[in-house]
């Protein structure tokens, strides 16, 4: 084994929106990295995960101090020009892994725009690392594309007679600095297979990896997963998909690991991420049945579907009594020919039923719903508020629907009349909804959801759960005041609001789409 000093980085900057939850509310831990340097850590000397979203000395400080021998680092939701540029700049005299899921989705673009990578790892990395740690070398190591030069083989095989010796970074700009490389410019790329899979044995943290707090509320996070695929088949989502793409059959790891690792926690609040916590309710009714018995103390929040919720009032008090505070539902739509377009598996009916059960507790709700939907008019996606707010959600987010290339629902949405997929992220738009209409639309839906649901109802409602009793109101209630006032003393944040509302308000003619 040569390996022995990984660095595991999470590439992404502070400044990226999609890494900050709900506006800012809390910041996820990059918990497939925690889970890699978890499978990693008995291979190895020692190793140190960096995420740069939250680390304030400077990476090359931090690099000459610990003298890594690998650098690993985890791409997992697309390149950027901070990313790039972070992965330029590490040393050369290094071995350099990445991995992550676009890194498995798109690895010729990866390999082509990056040069600097010695190793792509394909897959799941608390699979694939600890085998190449164990191997040696790339060669044979299932998991790994790599060029056939000396950039491929850790350090001491990069000095070797035939392949060159490394130098330091700082000394030239291209990879031209190994004699192997010089001597073999059209390195074959090499290719191990990969049976593809996933496993739920990896999943259980360990947190003396962590180096940094993540915050909820202005409070101690955590954020932990429980489970595998999803069972449902929502023609929209494709949080079912395993890392490769293909469905992942939903497998749950058993209730006991699941509660010793939330006794393991420090954290008050702790988010369950899996896609479908409750896709097996024996299985959450046992977790929480344990959590009760344990006296363990935490509020938990999660993604919840409505079918668990409507089927069992006692499991939603149940889930009240174990702590759950927070539940994230995807209702989606309130009309039927919606629902049944997208495959949701549930009715009006049902989501009402689920909302009686939950209006005899104080967990509180974020609905999730989709506008622009192929036929939809702007007083249907204006509906959501009074939907809404009749059902008894705390918070809703109205989010633009968009279509995964090449699934059933995207070839749905094009042949409907007018429609179409714009942009990046491929949101559905029309000829009479562009993307900038729907913002608009968002924005009057939520300012409607608040007129009649106000923030003082949710608020109140928290402070009577029966968790945050145990907890202790006033520490949560000066958390969730904390965080009010960030947002509303923050400036970039006023001017960012200040100016979406003046663009999405404003009656100018439509842009092209």
Request: contains cysteine; positive net charge.
């Amino acid at each position: 084994m040569t390996w022995k000093r990984p660095l595991l980085v999470y590439p992404y900057s502070p400044e990226k929106k999609s890494e900050h939850l709900y506006g800012g509310l809390a910041i996820i831990n990059p918990i497939g990295l925690e889970i890699v340097a978890t499978a990693l850590r008995p291979h190895v000397d020692d190793l140190v995960l960096v995420d740069m979203r939250l680390e304030r000395r400077p990476l090359d400080d931090l690099i000459r101090a610990f003298r890594p021998d690998m650098i690993a680092v985890s791409l997992m939701w697309g390149r950027d020009d901070y990313a790039d540029t972070l992965i330029r700049n590490l040393p050369r005299d290094t071995t350099l892994v990445v991995g992550g899921l676009y890194a498995t989705r798109h690895t010729d673009e990866v390999l082509e725009a990056l040069p600097e990578i010695d190793l792509l790892a394909i897959g799941y990395g608390d699979e694939t690392l600890p085998r190449l740690v164990r191997n040696g070398s790339p060669e044979g190591a299932a998991g790994f594309w790599y060029r056939d030069r000396a950039t491929a083989y850790p350090p001491d095989a990069r000095a070797r007679p035939g392949r060159g010796a490394a130098t330091s970074r700082g000394a030239a700009t291209s990879r031209d600095l190994m004699g192997a490389v010089a001597s073999k410019p059209d390195a074959p790329l090499v290719k191990n297979p990969l049976h593809p899979g996933r496993s739920i044995d990896h999943l259980r943290i360990d947190r003396s990896v962590r180096r940094y707090d993540y915050p909820w509320l202005t409070l101690k996070g955590d954020n932990i997963i429980t489970s595998v695929g999803c069972p449902m088949v929502c023609a929209f989502c494709k949080w079912r998909e395993n890392i490769f793409g293909e469905v992942q059959p939903w497998i749950g790891r058993d209730a006991e690991d699941v509660v010793a690792e939330l006794e393991e926690t420090d954290a008050t609040i702790v988010h369950l991420v899996d896609a479908n916590f409750a896709a097996d309710a024996k299985r959450v009714e046992r977790i929480c049945d344990l959590l009760i018995q344990r006296d363990v103390r935490h509020l938990y929040a999660c993604e919840i579907r409505v079918n668990p919720l409507y089927k069992s009032a006692r499991l939603v008090k149940k889930m009240e009594q174990a702590g759950f505070f927070m539940f994230m539902v995807g209702l989606e739509s309130y009309q039927p020919r919606l629902l049944k377009a997208m495959r949701k598996g549930y009715t009006v009916k049902m989501a009402r039923k689920a909302f009686v059960h939950l209006g005899e507790t104080k967990i509180l709700t974020l609905g999730n719903f989709l506008i622009g939907n192929p036929g939809e008019t702007e007083q249907e996606m204006l509906g959501i508020a009074d939907y809404a707010a009749d059902l008894g959600v705390d918070f809703i987010s109205p989010n633009k629907i968009y279509a995964y290339e090449d699934t059933d629902f995207e070839q749905w949405v094009l042949a409907q009349p007018g429609m179409k997929v714009a942009g990046r992220r491929r949101y559905v738009v029309s000829e009479t909804y562009g993307v900038e209409d729907l913002r608009r639309i968002q924005a009057q839906v939520m300012l409607r959801f608040l007129r009649k649901h106000p923030p003082t109802i949710p608020y109140r409602k928290a402070l009577a759960h029966p968790m945050v009793r145990k907890i202790g109101r006033e520490k949560i209630r000066r958390a969730m005041l904390r965080s009010l006032w960030n947002h509303v003393s923050d400036t970039a944040f006023r001017q960012r609001a200040v100016k979406k509302l003046v663009k999405r308000f404003r009656r100018s003619p439509r842009a092209a789409v």
